[in-house]
Every structure is written in structure tokens, then in C-alpha cells.
T-cell receptor, first 110, second 114 residues
Framework: NAGVTQTPKFQVLKTGQSMTLQCAQD?????MYWYRQDPGMGLRLIYY???????DKGEVPNGYNVSRLNKREFSLRLESAAPSQTSVYFC?????????FGSGTRLTVV | QKEVEQDPGPLSVPEGAIVSLNCTYS??????FMWYRQYSRKGPELLMY????GNKEDGRFTAQVDKSSKYISLFIRDSQPSDSATYLC??????????????FGAGTRLAVHP
């Protein structure tokens, strides 16, 4: 049972480049989330999907887009990366009050 | 003011010590209170969660919620070097405008040295 799987684990981008972070869960959860984690800031919600076919903005959505491809998969896209988007990105899923997290993607934008 | 506040530490204790980790929250509607443990370069994992006030014990870990003072605590007895991690508290209310809104503290880094 893999839980929440994120790819890639590490990425370095140049300013202005685009990329998509992939996330898949095998727990049949309805809700999925994308967070970023920065020192001293904690986990901040970027986007979430309460169920297949729906997505909504979280606390810090600017510069990002998402796609809920099906019940299992939820991707995060950076269209034009900026140094301020250097962070660790976590995907999570849930069925109850808590969250199951992936192992993260460390993204550096130079 | 952040809805959930947590001292970032770091907190350094000797092996075997009792550790107390704390958070405060501002939203009196919060009903669920959780503690996550995050090892270095890993994702957070749910350690314990409580609903409303009171204590919950799981092995060496005890979670305590005092709603009158809006204070959340996690106690670790007989701490071990394997407990060295960042601990995040999180809270939410029952109804969050259509989605499962969970507010995280920034985390407290704990180091248990042999």
C-alpha cells in the first residue's frame, strides 16, 4: 500500500520555466491537497480538491494551477517559475479530519 | 495573528526526559486537534488526534487540549533519539465552508540526544 506518491522528489528550474508536480493516492480518498512548506511559515494550502471534478484555491494560489485528473491523481503546475516558489511541496489526501501526506518535492528556482 | 501559534524551538533534551510541546489557537470554533510528526526530508505523519477537550494517551505520547485557555499540548515520556523530529500541531472546526480546512502551526523542532 503506497499511500500518497509524489514525483519528482527533487527539481531545479530556471526562472520562467514551467513544470508539473504529480501526485497519486491509492486510498480511495475523495479530498486531495497541495501545500508548500517554508521555514517559519509552516504548511500553507495552495489548492485543494474536495472531490473528483472540483478544485478550489487555498491560501496561496497565485502562480499555480491544478488538475484533478481522476479520483487518484491531482497535479500542480507552475506555468512560469519564480524564485519565490522555491519551497518543499507536499501533496496530501483525506477522507476524515486529518491528512495523509506524500514525501514531498524539493523545488529550487534559480 | 496566526490562527495556530507554535514555538519553533529548537528544543534539545537528554534521552529519557519528559518533553512538553505546546500550541495556542485563536479560533474558539476549533473542535479537532492533531499532532503530526515530521522527520527530516519526509512528509508529516499523523501522530494523534483528539476531538474537543480532554486527554488522549497512546503509548509514550499524551495529547491534551484545554479549550478554556485555547492551549494544545503533546507530552512525550521517556523520550528517545528516534523522537527527534519536527512536531506540528493542527486544528480545525466542524464545518469549514465546504472543505476540510486544517490550520497548521509552523512546527517545533525537537532533538533528543543520547
Amino acid at each position: 500500500n503506497a499511500g500518497v506518491t509524489q514525483t519528482p522528489k527533487f527539481q531545479v528550474l530556471k526562472t520562467g520555466q514551467s513544470m508539473t508536480l504529480q501526485c497519486a493516492q491509492d486510498m480511495n480518498h475523495n479530498s486531495m491537497y497541495w501545500y508548500r512548506q517554508d521555514p517559519g511559515m509552516g504548511l500553507r494550502l495552495i489548492y485543494y480538491s474536495a472531490s473528483e471534478g472540483t478544485t478550489d484555491k487555498g491560501e496561496v494560489p497565485n502562480g499555480y494551477n491544478v488538475s484533478r485528473l481522476n479520483k487518484r491523481e491531482f497535479s500542480l503546475r507552475l506555468e512560469s517559475a519564480a524564485p519565490s516558489q522555491t519551497s518543499v511541496y507536499f501533496c496530501a489526501s483525506s477522507e476524515g479530519p486529518g491528512r495523509d501526506f506524500g514525501s514531498g518535492t524539493r523545488l529550487t528556482v534559480v | 495573528q496566526k490562527e495556530v501559534e507554535q514555538d519553533p524551538g529548537p528544543l534539545s533534551v537528554p534521552e529519557g526526559a519528559i518533553v512538553s510541546l505546546n500550541c495556542t489557537y485563536s479560533n474558539s470554533a476549533f473542535q479537532y486537534f492533531m499532532w503530526y510528526r515530521q522527520y527530516s526530508r519526509k512528509g508529516p505523519e499523523l501522530l494523534m488526534y483528539t476531538y474537543s477537550s480532554g486527554n488522549k494517551e497512546d503509548g509514550r505520547f499524551t495529547a491534551q487540549v484545554d479549550k478554556s485557555s485555547k492551549y494544545i499540548s503533546l507530552f512525550i515520556r521517556d523520550s528517545q533519539p528516534s523522537d527527534s523530529a519536527t512536531y506540528l500541531c493542527a486544528s480545525r472546526d466542524l464545518f469549514s465552508g465546504g472543505y476540510n480546512k486544517l490550520i497548521f502551526g509552523a512546527g517545533t523542532r525537537l532533538a533528543v540526544h543520547p
